[in-house]
């Protein structure tokens, strides 16, 4: 299958910086991606989409300022989660797709820590 | 409440046949996934079916599709340890749709 991968994987950062998190489709063009976050034990919660060269999509409740998205290439996205507070820890997991194919590929995650 | 639905936990023995079920509220719903994420680690696509089949098997795997009462369920044949994980249930209604995963523990 496709491969996406994500990176860091995990990172630990001071309360008030900022962390960038990417999201690369190595071996197709991921003309949509999508960005989540899962809480530990629980399922995925769809943050943003985006699609390459337009501005992220975001879901309710999702602040556009807090969490960054850049989608400049077909094989790039990334998360920049803005001035980072402990809340912020999570586990973020970013999804790349083809157009309108049905396969979904997901990256491997990287686990937030603010301090 | 949830689009999708999944229990949450699942416990079987080594050997034994896992049965993780999935129902679903839209009937346009078009390809019906099963990922799987290991802790710590992103979902992995382990199969996918699309709604005009009842049944697609790989190897260990077989998923069945009833689409009249939009149920959704994933069996796994001589169950292993490897497979302990959390299986996710996913619908693409236009948007992808996650169930809240079932937790498969496999003991020895």
């Known amino acids: 299958g496709a491969v996406v991968s994500q990176h860091p994987s995990w990172v630990i950062c001071k309360s008030g910086t900022s962390v960038k998190i990417e999201c690369r489709s190595l071996?197709?063009?991921?003309?949509?991606m999508f960005w989540y976050r899962q809480f530990p034990k629980q399922s995925l919660m769809l943050m943003a989409t985006s699609n390459e060269g337009s501005k992220a999509t975001y879901e309710q409740g999702v602040e556009k300022d807090k969490f960054l998205i850049n989608h400049a290439s077909l094989t790039l996205s990334t998360l920049t989660v803005t001035s980072a507070h402990p809340e912020d820890s999570s586990f973020y997991i970013c999804?790349?797709?083809?157009?309108?194919?049905?396969?979904?590929?997901f990256g491997s995650g990287t686990q937030l820590s603010v301090l | 409440g949830e689009d999708v639905e999944q229990s949450l936990f699942l416990s079987v023995r080594e050997g034994d046949s896992s049965v993780i079920n999935c129902t679903y509220t839209?009937?346009?719903?078009?390809?019906l996934y099963w990922y799987k994420q290991e802790p710590g680690a992103g979902l992995q696509l382990l199969t996918y079916i699309f709604s005009n089949m009842d049944m697609k098997q790989d190897q260990r795997l077989t998923v069945l599709l009833n689409k009249k009462d939009k149920h959704l369920s994933l069996r796994i044949a001589d169950t292993q340890t490897g497979d302990s994980a959390i299986y996710f249930c996913v619908v693409l209604e236009g948007d992808m749709r996650f169930g809240a995963g079932t937790r498969l523990t496999v003991k020895p």
């Open positions: 071996d197709f063009q991921a003309t949509t």
């Open positions: 999804s790349a797709r083809w157009l309108k194919n049905e396969k979904l590929f």
């Open positions: 839209d009937s346009s719903s078009t390809y």
